[in-house]
């Protein structure tokens, strides 16, 4: 009987021990926070609005596939993953100048980014659209705000196409929110 109780008491400590034995992920780098006014990169699922200038059946709006690329007419599939909107354009502008038109312009605008998600210890955790500028603060205030039970000091994201999750610090930093990005809350101890 007492060792009975000597071996339960000896798994209780140790459990109980292995429970406060997380491993928080490293802090994002500089390189992968990013800045506020970065340029906008495009990727699957955002939605534009492409106009070839004196050519209104070229005109309209295309969705960048999952493979990357926009299906446009007359030129096919045009690879668009990773660019901003100037050089999506001039890219576009060379295709369309290889004999179909003469001299093209072309002006792309985003109307629908990717989304983001927020998960964890907020009020409405769940995808919400991206807004050029937006915080990690604002992201969080968009869903609600806070739990009660919420780690305030430490947020987790992971950016598009990103291996792993970082941390941030919760408190006062402007980190941006990135189109695609998982923004993680989690659960304080006490």
């Known amino acids: 009987m007492r060792t009975t109780i000597s071996v339960m008491m000896t798994i209780a400590m140790a459990t109980a021990a292995m429970t406060g034995c997380t491993v928080n992920p490293p802090p994002l780098s500089q390189a992968q926070l990013g800045t506020i006014d970065q340029p906008y990169v495009l990727d699957a699922n955002d939605k534009l609005r492409i106009t070839v200038y004196n050519e209104p059946n070229l005109t309209g709006e295309y969705t960048v596939t999952g493979s990357g690329a ?5 030129v096919g599939l045009v690879p668009v993953r990773n660019l901003t909107l100037e050089a999506a354009s001039a890219a ?3 295709r369309l100048g290889k004999d179909i038109v003469n001299d093209p312009k072309v002006s792309i ?7 983001y998600y927020i998960l964890g210890e907020v009020v409405r955790p769940g995808q919400y659209p991206f807004m050029n500028g937006m915080t990690v603060q604002q992201a969080v205030a968009t869903a609600g705000g806070f739990t009660t039970r919420a780690n305030t000091t430490t947020l987790f994201i992971r950016r598009s196409r990103a291996a792993e999750e970082g941390s941030v610090n919760g408190r006062g930093s402007a980190v941006p929110v990135l189109p695609g990005d998982t923004i993680r809350v ?5």
């Open 70 to 74: 926009i299906a446009f007419p007359l």
């Open 92 to 94: 576009l502008q060379a």
């Open 109 to 115: 605008e985003v109307l629908n980014y990717r989304p």
């Open 186 to 190: 989690g659960e304080r101890y006490f």
